[in-house]
């Protein structure tokens, strides 16, 4: 029995190692048949699924981005399959995820460019699918900014057509070019009116900007921080893209709209810029060129604030305001060279008013500082003594005219007539820059110190006049000796003239001292009224008051000075018995009565031998300091 077992044992020993090694075949290959499965499931795609993602013909929607993310998983995963002892497959699997998320990307950038040709921006229900589809084109930067130049190039194309249908046909910005709008006037019907007219291109540049900024804000902004983790993930796996390895790259969204929005309008800001120059190069008027220089420095400060400083809109803009403001200072100088050859407007006015040319340019410079001061920021508007932006046009339009006027004084005859001529136009000049604090700051002071000097003129003149009419310049030239000697005094005692010789100089005569006398009374009762009168050209009433009485003030001095000289003299003859302030007159010798006296021959010879002498000088000029000054008042 037990032999039969053992040779039953040695015959199924075979077959059991047989059977035993066919199990662990068997489980072996059910091994490799999971892997293999696993494998193909994880790093094979399906034809199907490979068709979705490359094919044209296969819409771009939530399918293909699923099919797009597994792709990119596998290319992923297959760093796993490099580091294994066969890394043959984990290359051809690459090699073939590679293409295939080639030929997804390049799918996906044709569809983007197909999508931008007929993209409208204001129907947001297709933002969403671009949107996403922009934010995976992004893993690809090249191909991203491809694309970017490529919207910009298509955008360009619509924004230029829409504002030539605006400038021509009426069309809303908002509707779009070939959708006429009956109830909408074309831009360029304004064209004769140069200030609205380039208002209105401006106003519609600015509101396309806007929406289109709009537009593009959520993809840029919303979207900012995802783009530019696809961009930094892309120039990872495309190092060769770099511009700069050593720089690290960042993308700014905001800076991104602004270059694509000013991008999308280069060619709205060249049509805009030939219109403009066109425009202001025929237009004559200085102050409309000025008020569109203004305006352009308005629109500006506000594209800076929508699309950045930098923008190639904004340089447009700025370029436009300075040609502009040159156009306005070469009409200002070809007015000012026109002026300086027409000698009938340089001839001054028979009444010494401020010449016509330069009330034209005042109320020219009045309307071009309500513009400036209409159109500048609290922050421009405060004054500086030294510089201002409006400091230029003031030397433009405001300058030359005040200089052209001063200088055709010099026509008139005597200097009285010049220095009133001079002052009206000054008194013109700053009463117009006065009310605007930008102007005045700068201008007013050297006008007003100008006015000062020419006060101290017209006050010279109105003192002369007084002198010379009230008689009191003969005696004062008289006395010029004495009053020299009166300040030298206390160098040269010795040589100081007698006061008694006094009555002995002509103007003291008896016949010349009651001649100056009676023409002083003759002066007195209209003195104030001639005085005014003789500056009554002077375009201030303040000004003539003031200068008259300073000059009345200055002429009772000179009279106190007389006076006292006068009566100095008397004292130092010995007639001192003369009643002074009184006004009587005195005849006779000193210390005699005007009665019949008893004298002798030898006492009337000695008196006609020293009647001269004795004559008393206050009698025959009896008026006092004190009643001129009443009668001045």
Not at 138 to 153: G, I, K, T, Y
Not at 237 to 262: H, T
């Amino acid at each position: 029995m037990r032999k039969r077992i053992n040779l039953a044992k040695q015959d199924t020993t075979p077959v059991l190692e047989e059977a035993s090694a066919l199990m662990a075949q068997k489980k072996e290959t059910e091994t490799k048949q999971q892997l293999l499965e696993a494998f193909s499931k994880h790093f094979l795609v399906p034809e199907e699924d490979l068709l979705v993602l490359t094919s044209a013909e296969e819409p771009v929607d939530e399918r293909f981005f699923d099919v797009l993310a597994r792709v990119k998983q596998v290319h992923h995963d297959c760093e796993v399959l490099l580091g294994g002892e066969n890394q043959r497959l984990g290359l051809e699997v690459m090699e073939l995820s590679t293409r295939n998320l080639n030929s997804a990307y390049q799918k996906l950038y044709r569809w983007i460019q197909k999508e931008f040709r007929s993209l409208n921006l204001e129907d947001p229900r297709i933002s969403s699918t671009i949107r996403r589809a922009l934010r995976v084109l992004a893993e690809r930067p090249s191909l991203f900014h491809s694309c970017l130049d490529f919207f910009a190039e298509a955008r360009d194309y619509v924004l230029s057509d829409a504002f030539h249908y605006a400038l021509t046909d009426a069309v809303s910005g908002a509707n779009g070019p070939g959708t006429s709008d009956h109830t909408v006037k074309p831009i360029e019907f304004s064209a004769h009116d140069p200030l609205r007219y380039i208002g209105d291109m401006l106003a519609w540049v600015h509101s396309t900007t806007v929406s289109e900024r709009e537009a593009l804000e959520s993809l840029f902004v919303d979207d900012g921080d995802e783009l530019a983790r696809g961009i930094q993930a892309g120039l990872n796996s495309e190092p060769w893209s770099r511009i700069d390895e050593d720089q690290e790259v960042a993308f700014d969204g905001q800076k991104a709209l602004s270059d694509l929005v000013n991008r999308d309008l280069t060619g709205v800001s060249r049509s805009l810029r030939q219109r403009v120059e066109l425009v202001i190069q025929s237009h004559e008027d200085p102050v409309t060129c000025y008020k569109v220089v203004n305006l352009l420095s308005f629109y500006r400060t506000t594209f800076t604030k929508l699309v950045g400083a930098q923008s190639h809109l904004v340089d447009l803009i700025q370029n436009l305001e300075k040609s502009t403001l040159g156009h306005f200072e070469t009409l200002m100088r070809d007015q000012i060279s026109a002026l300086a050859g027409d000698n009938i407007a340089l001839t001054p006015p028979d009444d010494l008013s401020p010449p016509q040319f330069l009330l034209d340019a005042l109320e020219g410079l009045e309307l071009l500082m309500k513009t400036y001061e209409t159109s500048v920021g609290p922050e421009d508007s405060l004054p500086d003594a030294n510089e201002n932006p409006f400091t230029s046009v003031l030397r433009a339009a405001f300058d030359p005219f005040l200089t052209l006027a001063r200088s055709s004084s010099d026509e008139l005859q005597t200097t009285t007539a010049q220095s009133i001529y001079r002052t009206n136009i000054l008194l013109a000049a700053r009463a117009a820059v006065s009310p605007f604090p930008f102007a005045s700051c700068t201008h007013v002071p050297p006008i007003s110190a100008a006015l000062s000097t020419l006060r101290s003129d017209l006050l010279d003149t109105q003192h002369q006049f007084l002198l010379e009419t009230s008689g009191l310049q003969k005696l004062l030239d008289a006395l010029e000796p004495f009053s020299e000697t009166a300040e030298d005094k206390t160098e040269k005692p010795d040589q100081k003239p007698h006061l008694a010789d006094l009555a002995s100089l002509p103007a003291f005569q008896p016949e010349s001292l009651i001649t100056s006398s009676q023409q002083l009374d003759d002066f007195l009762p209209s003195a104030l009224m001639d005085a005014t009168d003789n500056l009554k050209r002077v375009q201030s009433l303040s000004l003539i008051q003031s200068v008259t009485e300073d000059a009345v003030e200055a002429f009772c001095r000179d009279f106190e000075f007389v006076e006292g000289m006068i009566i100095a003299a008397d004292e130092a003859r010995g007639t001192v018995n003369v009643a002074i302030g009184t006004g009587d007159s005195v005849s006779g010798r000193s210390g005699k009565s005007d009665g019949k006296t008893e004298a002798s021959e030898k006492d009337k010879e000695e008196a006609e031998e020293g009647e001269d002498e004795q004559w008393s000088l206050r009698s025959l000029f009896p008026r006092t300091t004190g009643e001129i000054r009443v009668l001045l008042s």
